[in-house]
């Protein structure tokens, strides 16, 4: 299975997987989230203190449509934004 952005994962491994709406959602575990990182080959990895904080942080992010609330999802969208731009002033010039 690929993510919204072409990301392979293995979603019968994460139950949740199904609800995240974040394209930047990757996996998880019971208390982390991991999503695509800032850092082009890297990825991001949210470890919570508990399962309910993790649950908890997914319901009102990684699981709406408003997941750029999350620091991390908003960040990726300002660089593919930066990124996008560039690109189309590339082929203006």
Same mark, same amino acid.
């Given at each position: ?29 019971? +208390? ?9 080959? !890297?990825?991001? /990895?949210? #470890?919570?203190?508990?399962? *309910? $904080? ?7 992010? +990684? ?9 991390? !999802?908003?960040? /990726?969208? #300002?660089?593919?934004?930066? *990124? $996008? ?9």
């Amino acid at each position: 299975m690929l993510n919204a952005l072409g990301r392979a994962f293995d979603m019968a491994n994460h139950p949740n997987a199904a609800n995240a709406k974040c394209p930047f959602y990757l996996c998880e575990t019971p +208390c982390s989230i991991t999503c695509e990182g800032i850092i082009s080959g !890297a990825d991001n /990895l949210m #470890r919570f203190t508990t399962h *309910e $904080d993790k649950s908890r942080f997914q319901e009102q992010n +990684c699981n709406t449509f408003h997941y750029a609330r999350c620091p991390f !999802a908003a960040a /990726l969208l #300002r660089k593919y934004e930066v *990124e $996008d731009e560039k690109k189309y002033h590339a082929k203006r010039a």
